[in-house]
Each structure stands twice: as structure tokens, then as C-alpha cells.
């Protein structure tokens, strides 16, 4: 697939990590999609409803990070693409890029991100 739909960097404050201080202080993260989808029918129309919403998508991945705690930014970054595919039957496939900024490690860094991706399997459900 050759269509895809981008949203790019979407910064949540949220409080996920191993550390305590994490879970209490909170931090910035950003969240990127990248949505493999066949976007023919929407184009040749000009029609939305053929396409998923920027909107909705931010809106999923906002609500993911904020409604529960994850250890790690793997989980949340699993947790994100299983509810892509879930919710918006046109997606194939996502790819999903999660930064955290403030990583507590022991040298100077602009962060760390993790990326995974998961496509639809043939019978309409998630997988690896």
C-alpha cells in the first residue's frame, strides 16, 4: 500500500515511565501515526468519508496516552496501534513513533523514541 495518512509529533503530557518521579511529576511526549490505507476512492471524489480523520486519529492516540499508565513507551506505542486498527476499519496497516523527551538516563540526549508497527491481519483483525 502506497497511501498513507501522517500526523506528525503530537505532544501529550502524560505520566508513563518505570521511575516513580515519572508517575508523579508527569512529562512531555510525542506521538506520531503513520496510516497505510488506500485512499483512491477519496481522492478520485474528493470525498472525506472515504479517508480517516486527522482529527479523529489525534484524537485516539490523545486518549490512549492520557487513560491509563504504561511502564513502558513500547506498551503505550502497542497500545496506540491496536486501537488504530480497532477503530478505523480502512487503516491496513500503522506505524507508530513514540518520544520521550526527558529519558532518565545517565548522558545528555534530545530523547528516546520507539517505533513500532502493526498491520490488519487477513481476517480483519490486529496483528504483529
Known amino acids: 500500500m502506497t497511501d498513507r495518512i501522517k500526523v506528525s509529533r503530537i505532544a501529550i503530557y502524560a505520566h508513563h515511565g518505570l521511575h516513580p518521579e515519572e508517575a508523579r511529576l508527569g512529562q512531555r511526549f510525542f506521538v506520531s501515526l503513520d496510516c497505510a490505507l488506500d485512499l483512491g476512492e477519496a481522492a478520485r471524489n474528493d470525498d472525506w468519508h472515504a479517508s480517516v480523520c486527522y482529527a479523529e486519529l489525534t484524537e485516539r492516540a490523545t486518549r490512549v496516552t492520557l487513560d491509563r499508565r504504561f511502564r513502558t513507551i513500547e506498551g503505550l506505542a502497542d497500545a496506540i496501534a491496536t486501537d488504530v486498527l480497532a477503530t478505523f476499519p480502512l487503516v491496513d496497516a500503522v506505524t507508530v513513533q513514540v518520544e520521550k523527551p526527558g529519558a ?5 540526549i534530545d530523547g528516546v523514541m520507539v517505533e513500532i508497527t502493526r ?3 487477513p481476517s480483519g483483525n490486529a496483528s504483529s
Do not use: F, T
Open 104 to 108: 532518565p538516563v545517565p548522558a545528555i
Open 119 to 121: 498491520r490488519r491481519a
